[in-house]
């Protein structure tokens, strides 16, 4: 069974930086696209950012120039690099397979001085 672990979370103060991980197991080509999202308290999740298996990138507006996506197929690992972090970056991070219909439990953020 493919299994998504997310790691690197916890609380920065605005402009720190967080990296965050998502250990991937089970049996994945190494092609699928890979997906970033987020979900803050009283809102919906949403698409932070996604990476190709040819690494083609896109990112929510919000999060331009501040977040990098990146993969290691040999690692079975997905990144996210974070930032000049804002307190509206503050929600629980998760990452999947784009198009995936089952979610873990994320790792959360928490941006505030």
């Known amino acids: 069974q493919v299994q998504f672990v997310e790691s690197g979370g916890g609380l920065v103060q605005p402009g720190g930086s967080l990296r965050l991980s998502c250990a991937v197991s089970g049996g994945i080509l190494n092609a699928y696209a890979m997906a970033w999202y987020r979900q803050a308290p009283g809102k919906q999740r949403e698409l932070v950012a996604g990476i190709t298996g040819l690494r083609s990138t896109n990112y929510a507006d919000s999060v331009k120039g501040r977040f990098t996506i990146s993969r290691d197929n040999a690692k079975n690992t997905v990144y996210l690099q974070m930032n000049n972090l804002k307190p509206e970056d503050t929600a629980v991070y998760y990452c999947?397979?784009?198009?995936?219909?089952?979610w873990g439990q994320g790792t959360q953020v928490t941006v505030s001085s």
């Open positions: 999947n397979r784009q198009g995936r219909a089952t």
